[in-house]
């Protein structure tokens, strides 16, 4: 190729002339010049290309190969034809037959590369010679590339669930526009920056109402120098969900939808090692619903269930967020009473009685109750179930004296 004005003015004729695609890229890597059928074929204008990098035309399981070309150019080698995929602007994958002739100074030394493209009907990025691109578009994740400024180079993968991104979409896009991070210490942009410091990372995320178990690793040149990033994320939002209802399902019990007998404990004894170590107080209270085996007898089991979740609401109506209501039993209910004292114990047990009298949509009922509180009664969640359950003993043989033993304990 002709070296100075003369040849360069040589060069740009015969590349507008041509019919393929020309690209010249730079031993960087970097687009010197870019003809009027690249744009045709790629759908990027010569403004928009020239000193970008080829990075946003390669396909993420294309670059180790093209990095491999640059490498050799720069060995003063070039390999001359091969079929590989680029990406359009539009997102599309091209798949195209390159010749590539090289670049010389007037030392004839090798400064650049001519890319000479041709889109084809079949080739590398499809049937079995390379099931990898193949594989990546298909999968039920999302694959993306970023430079060292956490810009999207490119980005693969089928996507995710009733999500319109598709190859390439996303391209141009900072991490921050994708991820919808707007803090700079939010935890996504955190992991790629560790990224680009030779540390790969995971962590959940939720976009769009979707939770994304991704996965950050830095993006290497064959050489070894790290380019950027890159990044793989799985849609897990029904996987989460189907957890949430087993632990749910674990925990609770299913006929009242309150805490399990497993749960309440659990939740006693952390509550016991808080409050020792904040020194604070805390009450137990333990239910027991009067006469509900005479109830099942004359009436069924089906009004039976219907009067236990009779009191479950009544205990939910009259207890807050951070307590915890539990079905203790089979007629035995249990109220952890975060930082609330005997007096406020007592008082959530008048009104929980006081509703199940005031309701209508069934006979009247009646719940025994025993109170204990941290640490005046126990400072174990053994001794707290045992002191309670001594008061619903006694509640429970004076039925005329109802919260006899939850105000005068």
């Known amino acids: 190729m002709p070296d100075g004005v003369s040849g360069k003015t040589l060069l740009r004729t015969l590349m507008e002339l041509c019919d393929d695609a020309i690209i010249e890229v730079c031993l960087d890597g970097k687009i010197a010049r870019w003809n009027r059928a690249a744009e045709r074929l790629y759908g990027y204008t010569e403004e928009e290309m020239t000193g970008q990098s080829m990075a946003h035309l390669v396909p993420i399981y294309e670059m180790p190969a093209f990095e491999a070309v640059l490498q050799d150019l720069r060995r003063g080698e070039i390999r001359k034809k091969e079929k590989m995929e680029r990406l359009a602007k539009d997102g599309s994958c091209v798949c195209v037959a390159i010749k590539r002739s090289a670049i010389r100074d007037e030392n004839g030394r090798v400064v650049g590369m001519i890319e000479c493209g ?104 064959p050489e070894g120098n790290l380019i950027g990033c890159v990044g793989v994320a799985l849609d897990v939002t029904d996987r989460k969900r189907t957890e949430e209802q087993m632990l749910y399902q674990a925990t609770h019990d299913a006929l009242t939808g309150l805490s399990n007998y497993r749960e309440s404990v659990e939740s006693l004894e952390r509550e016991v090692k808080r409050a020792t170590r904040t020194h604070g107080v805390f009450s137990v209270l333990l239910l027991d619903l009067d006469g509900l085996k005479e109830i099942n007898d004359r009436q069924g089991h089906l009004a039976g269930n219907h009067a236990l979740k009779r009191l479950a609401n009544a205990m939910r109506e009259h207890s807050r967020a951070v307590d915890v209501a539990a079905r203790y039993g089979g007629d035995e209910f249990a109220l952890l009473l975060i930082d609330a004292d005997f007096t406020m114990a007592g008082q959530v047990a008048e009104r929980i009685c006081e509703c199940l009298r005031a309701q209508s949509d069934g006979p009247p009922l009646s719940v025994s109750v025993g109170v204990a509180t941290y640490p005046a009664d126990g400072r174990t969640g053994q001794e707290l179930l045992e002191a309670a359950d001594q008061r619903l003993y006694r509640d429970k043989k004076d039925p005329k004296k109802k919260l006899h033993a939850v105000r005068h304990a």
């Not at 080739?123 to 010679?129: D, S």
């Not at 939770?211 to 290497?220: A, F, I, Y």
Request: hydrophobic share 35%; aromatic share 4%; glycine share 12%.
């Open 118 to 221: 041709k889109a084809v009907q079949t080739g590398i990025g499809t049937g079995t010679e390379n099931p990898l691109g193949l594989l990546i578009d298909q999968m039920p994740v999302l694959v993306w590339t970023t430079d060292k400024q956490l810009r999207i180079t490119s980005n693969w993968g089928s996507g995710f669930h009733l999500s319109e991104i598709g190859p390439g979409k996303l391209a141009g896009k900072t991490v921050a526009d994708f991820l919808g991070c707007e803090q700079p210490d939010a935890i996504p942009i955190l992991r790629h920056v560790e990224a680009l410091r030779g540390r790969g990372g995971r962590f959940e995320h939720q976009r769009d109402e979707r939770v994304l178990d991704v996965q950050v690793e830095p993006l290497r040149s």
